[in-house]
């Protein structure tokens, strides 16, 4: 199975300042048609995940643009430009290219 | 906008099983060639991808975690998922979400139905 590995685990932020989360994956993640199916999720406390980010770097609809993806391979970031108060939770990225899928342990972003 | 309901979750002994339920609102999946996953959360931790079911039921995976003790069917007569869960531990106690697969991701999840295994 493919094990993927977020970092930090816990992520203190100043609002107005960036953020950053990493995912590794322990095999590529390219798909049989050149694509990277990897996506990344958030979900508030009590709430259902909601996912922000598909194929590396498009984001869903009423996401904001300054939350975006990147990466390629094995190596993925999620980035946020300005923390808003609003961004606090928990961000998982997850790997949709190999059968099982898989998710990372998840990263808290807290409002210092 | 989709929606998910997923029902069935509640307390059951070790050993004993269940049977969660999930249905689509607003749209008959069985007409759009839609496909459906389960990821569970135990309590306070980490999403776990469970389990996966094609839009005509002949293609199913699962996480090895509940290989050969949960079964992923679709009725599509009746709109409806299920996920049956035997030979349920306590390492099972978890809120089952069900969500609609995305080539590759997941777009859509429902809120979730919590399931408790304990004597």
């Known amino acids: 199975d493919i094990v993927m590995t977020q970092s930090p685990l816990s992520l203190p932020v100043t609002i107005g300042q960036p953020a950053s989360i990493s995912c590794r994956s322990s095999q590529s993640l390219v798909y049989s048609d050149g694509n990277f199916y990897l996506n990344w999720f958030h979900q508030r406390p009590g709430q259902s995940p909601r996912r922000l980010i598909y194929k590396v770097s498009n984001r869903d609809s009423g996401v904001p643009d300054r939350i975006s993806g990147s990466g390629s391979g094995t190596d993925f970031t999620l980035k946020i430009s300005r923390v808003e108060a609003e961004d606090v939770g928990v961000y998982y990225c997850m790997q949709g290219s190999h059968w099982p899928w898989t998710f990372g342990q998840g990263t808290k972003v807290e409002i210092k | 906008q989709v929606q998910l309901v997923e029902s069935g979750g509640g307390v059951v002994q070790p050993g004993g099983s269940l049977r969660l339920s999930c249905a689509p609102s607003r749209f008959t999946f069985s007409d759009y060639g839609i496909h459906f996953h389960w990821v569970r959360q135990a309590p306070g931790k980490g999403l776990e991808w469970v389990a996966f079911?094609?839009?005509?039921?002949?293609?199913?995976h699962y996480a090895d975690s509940v290989k050969g003790r949960f079964t992923f069917s679709r009725d599509n007569s009746k709109n409806t998922l299920y996920l049956q869960m035997n030979s349920l531990r306590a390492e099972d106690t978890a809120v089952y979400y069900c969500?609609?697969?995305?080539?590759?991701?997941?777009?859509?999840w429902g809120q979730g139905t919590l399931v408790t295994v304990s004597s």
């Open positions: 969500a609609k697969d995305d080539r590759g991701s997941l777009d859509y």
């Open positions: 079911v094609r839009y005509d039921g002949a293609d199913i």
